[in-house]
C-alpha cells in the first residue's frame, strides 16, 4: 500500500462529502481488498463479501457525519494479529501452541493466570471489553450488544474478535513462560 498522506486523505474525504463518483471509486480500488482480507479473517470466507458490502453502505450514509476522528487507512489493521498470527487468505500463518493444560478451566486454575487475564482485561479499549464481556461472559445477543453500544453488528464483531486476540495472544504467552 502507497504511503499514508494525511493531506491526500482529507482531500479524498472532502471530494466524497462533495459526492463525486470518482473519489468513492477511488476509496473502493484502495482499500476493497484489504477489507476482504480482514472480513475473512475474522468471520471466514462465507460471509466476508456480504460484511465488506455492509461496511460500504454505512460508511456511505454515514459519510457527512465522519468527522475525521479514524483514519481512512487500513494498514493498521493487521497489527491487531499479534505476531502475523494470521495470512493474507484468513488461515493461521503461525498456528497456536498446544496448552500444557487439557482443559481451559485447567488452565484457568493457575491464580496467577486469573490475576494476568483480569490485568488484560482492565487494559483493553472500554468498547473492545464491553462487547467481549457482553457476548463472552453475559452471552448476550449481537443485535443487544449493538443496541447498547450503538454500533453496527460488524462493528461488534471487530471489537470482539480484537479483544480475542489479544487475550489469546497473552493466554498463550503466559502459557508459553509462565509469565504475565
Known amino acids: 500500500m502507497p504511503e499514508k498522506d ?6 479524498l474525504l472532502q471530494r466524497l462529502r462533495g459526492g463525486e463518483k470518482g ?3 477511488q476509496l473502493v480500488r484502495q482499500y476493497h481488498a484489504p477489507m476482504q482480507r480482514f ?18 453502505m454505512s460508511a456511505i450514509r454515514h459519510l457527512q457525519g465522519f468527522e475525521g476522528e479514524v483514519q481512512l487507512d ?15 487468505d484468513g488461515h ?3 498456528p497456536p501452541t498446544q496448552w500444557h493444560d487439557e482443559t481451559p478451566e485447567a488452565l ?23 462487547a467481549l464481556l457482553m ?9 443487544d450488544i449493538c443496541n447498547i ?12 474478535h480484537r479483544a480475542r486476540v489479544k487475550i489469546f495472544t497473552m493466554i498463550e504467552h503466559f502459557e508459553e513462560t509462565g509469565r504475565c
Open 6 to 11: 494525511d493531506s491526500t486523505e482529507a482531500i
Open 108 to 130: 484457568l486454575s493457575h491464580e496467577d493466570l486469573v490475576q494476568c487475564l483480569e490485568s488484560h482485561l482492565q487494559c483493553l479499549p472500554p468498547q473492545q471489553r464491553t
Open 39 to 56: 472480513a475473512r479473517a475474522i468471520i471466514g470466507e462465507a460471509q466476508a463479501e456480504e460484511v465488506v458490502q455492509e461496511a460500504w
Open 92 to 94: 493461521w500463518s503461525r
Open 135 to 143: 457476548r463472552d461472559i453475559e452471552r448476550m445477543s449481537f443485535d
Open 23 to 25: 473519489a468513492f471509486e
Open 149 to 160: 453500544l450503538q454500533v453496527s453488528t460488524s462493528n461488534v464483531r471487530v471489537l470482539i
Open 74 to 88: 487500513t494498514s493498521d489493521d493487521g497489527a491487531m494479529f499479534a505476531d502475523k498470527r494470521f495470512a493474507a
